[in-house]
Structure formats: C-alpha cells, structure tokens
C-alpha cells in the first residue's frame, strides 16, 4: 500500500503549520520524518490519518483519496496510527484496549485471535499484563499497547509519532525491534521521531522538516552522514 502526501497544508484555527509538504511511503518501505520540536511532524502524522483536516493538498493511501475522509474511515482502508502520547483508554484492561484496535476493519475482526497472539508475541509483557488496567503500566508498557493496538487493525501502512519519548534505552529498543518486525512482513512505517540515529539507521529513506516544511530528503545513511543534518540534529 502506498501513501503519497502532495502539497499539504494544515494547521489550527488559524495557525498553520504545515507549508506544502510532499512525502512518500512505497508498500513496505521504512521512512522517517526527523525535525526539531515545532517542525509540524505531528502535525504531519495526523493530517495523513485525518485527525487534522488539511487546509490544502492530497493525502492518498492505496490510489484512494483520504484527504476529506473520517479516521475511521482511513483506518478501513488500512493505515494505523500510534499517536504521540499513547492515548490509551486508562479505566479500560490491556485485553480491551487490545480488542478495541480489531473493532473497525471486519478483515481485523475476522482476524482477531490471530492478530492478537501475534502482538503478544512481540510484546510478551502485554501477554503478562493482560487484566491490568492500561492507566497503571509502566511508560514503556503502555507505549507496547499503543503499538498493539494499532496492530490490531492488521495495518497495510502504520504511523509511528514519538514512539521512544519518556522510555529508557531497553525499551526503546523492545519498541523499535518491534516495528523493524512488522516492517519486515511488509507493512509499510512513517515514523516520526527525537532519537536521530535510531530513525535514521532504522529506515531506508528520511525527510527533514523545519518549520512545517520538507528541506532534505533522501537515503537514510546519506542523511546520517550530511554535515547540516548532523550539525543541527545530532551535535556533531
């Protein structure tokens, strides 16, 4: 499933934020959006998923135009979003925030014992936790469930905002090797992301967002080794 993002402008009220940005994810490719805070990666992420209505441009997931659709409806055809911040429902146990990822596509819903052994598998701590309230995990726990339950709608194309924000090194690491998983079985990842050289050696391609627009785009190891990337990203 290919994502393509052409000319996008989006915004708040009548702030915007994004100025004509263009990306793209082949099927089953990796691709990282770096930037500092305030570049409108986020932004980016929940214009594509239709959290954000774009003010300008296309989104299209598939050959199908997303860009005036509901979330819900962009999540039918395929694309998952683990939003910054987890969003979990707290009250609610791992189990059922599990299931409610498999609610929306009948293909996740045909699928679900499956799809759910398969998250527990890369996640055993979830399998561990399962009656246990999401709101008392630990960060790295409930950035697990985020992931699983996006899962759980047996994404062809999977969003990733901040996925290591707030983890220790450990858990970045379950978390990251779990995506570099689902990757390898062809699921398509837009990741956005603080740690630099962890998304960079992670995807195949990389943009650079500054101020709601694309600057640099390119291989990830050309990226890594560019002397204005690593002057402004990396403090070398």
Do not use: C
Request: hydrophobic content about 45%; charged content about 20%.
């Amino acid at each position: 499933m290919r994502l393509t993002v052409e000319g996008l402008r989006a915004g708040y009220g009548k702030v915007q934020v994004l100025w004509d940005v263009n990306l793209a994810v082949e099927p089953g490719e990796f691709v990282a959006v770096i930037g500092a805070n305030g570049a409108g990666k986020t932004t980016t992420l929940r214009a594509v998923s239709g959290v954000v209505r774009p003010w300008e441009g296309r989104v299209t997931l598939g050959g199908h135009d997303v860009t005036r659709l509901a979330p819900g409806q962009i999540v039918r055809l395929g694309l998952g979003h683990v939003p910054e911040g987890r969003e979990l429902f707290p009250g609610m146990t791992v189990m059922e925030n599990l299931e409610l990822g498999a609610s929306v596509r009948a293909e996740a819903r045909a699928a679900r014992d499956t799809t759910l052994e398969h998250v527990l598998t890369l996640f055993p701590r979830l399998a561990e936790r399962r009656s246990q309230a999401a709101g008392t995990l630990s960060g790295g726990e409930q950035q697990m469930l985020a992931v699983g339950r996006a899962l759980m709608s047996r994404p062809r194309m999977l969003l990733v905002d901040e996925p290591s924000l707030g983890l220790s090194p450990l858990l970045t690491r379950i978390v990251f090797d779990a995506l570099a998983a689902v990757n390898r079985e062809g699921v398509g990842v837009l990741l956005v992301e603080q740690n630099v050289v962890q998304s960079l050696r992670l995807a195949s391609r990389a943009y650079v967002l500054e101020n709601g627009r694309v600057v640099r785009e390119g291989p990830s190891r050309d990226l890594l080794h560019d002397p204005a990337v690593r002057e402004a990203y990396l403090a070398l």
